[in-house]
């Protein structure tokens, strides 16, 4: 019922519409379970009860929580925010989350994202600001994470900041300094990667990585080592049973567990793995047997409960997938590698290979239950992750002892606790790094694929043979049917990239930025602002599994394009520039890369497409992607009569035409325009304040602000 009221609360305007709805969905949840369950009336009417709870607990909530933070939309006054994290730089502004007290000392109370206009903002958990600001109510887009966060209001600095002498410390407030304190002093110990990978462990905080790093724990399949869950909380858990026994040591672990979820931020994955221990403890004080869905069921409960919206979460859907998939399909699938272990009668070689075993099917089941979200939510396929695993998890355990340990030593006396930084832990957390960036380094380690049908046929396969366990699927069979699922995505979105290149269109600044993925990630940047540059890079290579651009190709030759070439170079590794100045210099690039000029105009092969530079006038040009049936034009930037005349001077025609708001807003110029060029379909990169219909002279129009559009051609 949280999913369901979540994906028509985002869809429905109308609270009455919204409420028949989902009241109207759930009508048809009974009726399936009717037909399922037939006579089990006990059973049926547990499922109806549940419904009927759930459904007016998630309309509740939309009353009582989203509707009193909705009556402040476009407030504005003197705010008064207590903020609940650090503030984090983006150059030009800053952003944080806090607590809106008061607004023009009137009672507020609501959790907001407060947008500052430091860009390098030093602000710390517990700050009080003062400033004049507005208020809005966030938009219903699932893709901003907002709502699944609780956060139903964004905050906008108007006036000067005021910091108050005061500081508003409440315990979740104290657990986010106690962690940034503790990612501050790993990397104080070990520099990089290495210790950023530390820092990820012990206290969930993640904003240290490397680019190229944070991209291939994506492409290895290894993300999930980064974010606390069962692995830590339970190998913590495991030290305090071994040190003060099975009794006392649960009756410490759970508090010790919780303090350490607070530390870690309460995500998700932490809190689920938590409530499965206190299940655990309760179950062994009680005498009672261990039920460990039931148990999963209940973390899954609360979550939802404390915020509906959370249901669509892509970490948290992620995290308990996975737990999922280690208690169904993990134990048959072991019994099944197991069995022929039982004959081998060296020791150390049976507890090696049981260790393989166990490693393989616990990873082989957390892929396969998440491998449908992998699909939805980032349109990737890690093939290698299996691999990845077996290579680095016998050391994670390892490295969180020995991290714990280094870190009491280091506060007691610094000089010892760096040694053993330097010559105990720094080894293992070095095998951990390169192999996670090798495998990652490899082309197909993963693939990615935006295929909805074959993210359904998945769950629907999964769902299958979890139903007929036991009947008509055995542990082997079981093995069977997953690998040849697991072998068939691979195959399918291996041939899907070879078969098909993506073009994408991301606006920054008003201007567009094109992605290519073909033989490679291309970037053609045609004189946006370098803002959102390196973001539109960053999300087409973490889509695409990229390491490095192959091409970037600049249509002006401006400081704006310069800037912004500055930019993307920051985030990532570029094998050639392509720019049509006059002598090519780039100072800010690295000396590595070498600029190839266009003096007037060329064709050039980018990532497997045909690129034409089209001179519009001084340092403006078009831009003409053509390859096979696919056409691209884009004339954002060129002035008016320029644009008129590139389409005289050179062939123009293509499917797909692309303007920015000063060609639009002048009706005759694109009339004109879209006669020579007979395009099929008109993108428009707007500002969001021009005023088109969906259609211009019969031919469909598209209004590029926020969201990316994506093209794919036959390669």
Known sequence: MAVTVTLLFVRVESRTQLLLLTACVGCLYAAAAVAILREQWNVFASLFLG???????????????????????????????????????????GIAYGTVTHLDGEPCGQKVKVYLRDGSPEYQPGDVLLFEGSLHGVERKLEWNLLQQGVFLTVSQEGPLQVAAEKRMTLPRRAAVVSHDLAQRVLELIPGDEGALLAALLSGSREHFSDAFDRALTTSGTRHITAVSGL?????????????????????????????????GFSPSVVRVVILLVFWAASFWLKREKDLLTALAAALLVLVAWNPFSCVSAGLLLSFSAT?????????????????????????????????????????????FTMPLNLLFFETVPLLGILS????????????????????????????????????????????VRVIRTVGSWRFAATDSANLFLAIACVVVLLTILLWRGKLFSGR??????????????AFTAAERMRFGLVEVHN????????????????????????????????AMDRWNAVALETVVCTT??????????????????????????????RALDGSVAPRVF????????????????????????????????????????????????TETYPCEAGILVVDDYLANDWQVLYDLCQRIQPEQILVITGGYSEHGDRFAGIPLTLVDDNVQQFRFVR
Not at 52 to 59: A, I
Not at 67 to 90: C, F, I, M, N
Not at 326 to 353: F, M, N, Q, R, T
Not at 478 to 487: E, Q, R
Request: hydrophobic share 50%.
């Open 232 to 264: 830590h909380v339970m190998t913590l858990a495991g030290i305090l049973l071994w040190v003060f026994g099975k009794r006392l040591g649960l009756l410490v672990a759970v508090p010790v567990s919780v303090g350490y979820a607070a530390i870690t």
């Open 51 to 93: 419904l009927l709870v759930g459904w007016l607990w998630c309309c509740g909530s939309l009353f009582l929580v989203w509707d009193p933070a909705q009556k402040w939309d476009d407030a504005v006054g003197t705010v008064r925010l207590e903020l609940d994290s650090y503030a984090e730089g983006k150059v030009r502004y």
């Open 557 to 586: 030759g401006d400081y704006r394009t310069q800037s912004g070439l500055s930019a993307v170079a920051e985030c990532t590794a570029i094998g050639r520039v392509l720019m049509p100045s006059a002598d090519g210099t780039v």
């Open 389 to 432: 695993n077996l290579l680095i998890l016998w050391a994670l355990s390892g490295i969180l002892v020995i991290g714990i340990s280094v870190l009491s030593v280091s506060c007691v006396w610094m000089p010892v606790g760096q040694f053993l930084a330097d010559w105990v832990l720094y080894w293992p957390l070095t095998w951990v």
């Open 477 to 490: 069979k079981m093995l069977v049917t997953c690998t040849v699922i697991l072998c068939i995505v691979a």
């Open 599 to 646: 003096a007037d105009s060329g064709t050039v092969t980018v990532s497997g497409m045909t690129a034409q530079l089209l001179r519009g006038g001084e340092d403006t040009y078009g831009i003409r992607l053509l390859k096979g049936n696919f056409s691209l034009l884009s004339l954002c930037g060129v002035k008016t009569n320029d644009a008129l005349r590139l």
């Open 508 to 539: 920054c600044g008003n201007q567009p930025v094109f992605a290519l993925r073909g033989e490679g990630v291309s970037l053609i940047n045609t004189g946006a602002k370098p803002d959102g540059i390196a973001d539109a890079v960053q999300t």
């Open 324 to 368: 999922l998939g280690l208690i169904l399909l993990s134990a048959p699938l072991y019994e099944v590698l197991g069995k022929p272990l039982k004959h081998i009668k060296k020791p150390w070689l049976k507890k090696i290979l049981h260790y393989l075993a166990a490693t393989t099917t616990a990873s082989f089941a957390a892929t396969m």
